[in-house]
C-alpha cells in the first residue's frame, strides 16, 4: 500500500468516527434536554458505552441524511463548524448553542506531513476513550444547565470553509432569536483528537434570570 493510499484510509476513518460522534451527540443531547419524550429512546452501543438514540423514524432519517453528508464534507475538508441550535418553538428564540469546531490537523495531500502524521498513529481505543469522556460530561450537563420553561425543537447548522451545496436537510440560522450576551453562559468540554483531526465541543445557553 502506497503511503498515499494509506493516508486515505486514514483520513477516512478519521471522517467517519467523528461524523459518527456527532450522531451520538445529537441523540444524547435530545434526549438529556427532554425534547423529546424519554420514551420515543432506546439504547445502543456505541464507542464502548450504552448511548441513547431516538426510535422516532422521522427524526432519525432527519438526522442520518445530515451526517451522511456531514461526512463527505469532513472528508474534504469543507466545514469547521457544526452548531445544534435548541430553540423555542413559541418565540423561535435560541435557548441553547451546541458548537462542535472541527479543525484539519494535517494536508494530506503532502507527501511529507503524511509521513509525519503516520509516525504518531493513535489508536481507535484511545479516542473512542475521549469520546467516553465527553458524552459522560454532555449527559451530566443536565445539572447545571436550566429547565426549559417553553417547548424547544432543534436546528442543525453547518459552517462551511469553501463553497457547499447544502440540502434542503439543512437549517437556516436566520429569524432565530440569539441569546443575549448578558444572560448567557458557556461551558467547554474535553476535546477529541484523531490523526487527522481535533474536534472541540462547546455548550452556549440561556440562564433565564
Same mark, same amino acid.
Given at each position: 500500500?502506497?503511503?498515499e493510499q494509506s493516508n486515505t484510509l486514514q483520513l477516512k476513518g478519521s471522517s467517519r468516527v467523528i461524523s459518527?460522534?456527532?450522531?451520538?451527540?445529537?441523540?444524547?443531547?435530545?434526549?438529556?434536554?427532554?425534547?423529546?419524550?424519554?420514551?420515543?429512546?432506546?439504547? $445502543?452501543?456505541?464507542?464502548?458505552?450504552?448511548? #441513547?438514540?431516538?426510535?422516532?423514524?422521522?427524526?432519525? !432519517?432527519?438526522?442520518? &441524511? /445530515?451526517?451522511?453528508?456531514?461526512?463527505?464534507?469532513?472528508?474534504?475538508?469543507?466545514?469547521?463548524?457544526?452548531?445544534?441550535?435548541?430553540?423555542?418553538?413559541?418565540?423561535?428564540?435560541?435557548?441553547?448553542?451546541?458548537?462542535?469546531?472541527?479543525?484539519?490537523?494535517?494536508?494530506?495531500?503532502?507527501?511529507?506531513?503524511?509521513?509525519?502524521?503516520?509516525?504518531?498513529?493513535?489508536?481507535?481505543?484511545?479516542?473512542?476513550?475521549?469520546?467516553?469522556? $465527553?458524552?459522560?460530561?454532555?449527559?451530566?450537563? #443536565?445539572?447545571?444547565?436550566?429547565?426549559?420553561?417553553? !417547548?424547544?425543537?432543534? &436546528? /442543525?447548522?453547518?459552517?462551511?470553509?469553501?463553497?457547499?451545496?447544502?440540502?434542503?436537510?439543512?437549517s437556516d440560522a436566520k429569524g432565530f432569536r440569539e441569546i443575549d450576551e448578558k444572560v448567557a453562559e458557556s461551558?467547554?468540554?474535553?476535546?477529541?483528537?484523531?490523526?487527522?483531526?481535533?474536534?472541540?465541543?462547546?455548550?452556549?445557553?440561556?440562564?433565564?434570570?
Open positions: 500500500m502506497t503511503t459518527d460522534y456527532f450522531e451520538i451527540c445529537i441523540h444524547n443531547i435530545l434526549f438529556q434536554r427532554k425534547i423529546y419524550p424519554r420514551e420515543d429512546f432506546k439504547v $445502543i452501543r456505541k464507542f464502548g458505552l450504552n448511548v #441513547v438514540f431516538s426510535k422516532n423514524e422521522r427524526i432519525t !432519517e432527519y438526522i442520518k &441524511k /445530515i451526517i451522511k453528508q456531514l461526512h463527505s464534507w469532513i472528508y474534504n475538508g469543507k466545514i469547521n463548524w457544526l452548531t445544534l441550535l435548541i430553540v423555542s418553538t413559541e418565540t423561535e428564540a435560541i435557548s441553547e448553542k451546541w458548537m462542535f469546531n472541527i479543525d484539519v490537523k494535517n494536508d494530506l495531500s503532502n507527501n511529507e506531513t503524511a509521513v509525519e502524521s503516520q509516525t504518531s498513529m493513535k489508536s481507535l481505543e484511545e479516542i473512542q476513550k475521549e469520546i467516553q469522556t $465527553i458524552i459522560r460530561q454532555i449527559s451530566s450537563s #443536565v445539572a447545571y444547565l436550566p429547565v426549559f420553561e417553553e !417547548e424547544q425543537t432543534f &436546528k /442543525i447548522l453547518v459552517h462551511a470553509t469553501g463553497d457547499i451545496k447544502s440540502t434542503k436537510d439543512w461551558v467547554q468540554f474535553d476535546g477529541i483528537e484523531t490523526n487527522n483531526h481535533n474536534v472541540s465541543t462547546f455548550v452556549t445557553y440561556r440562564t433565564f434570570d
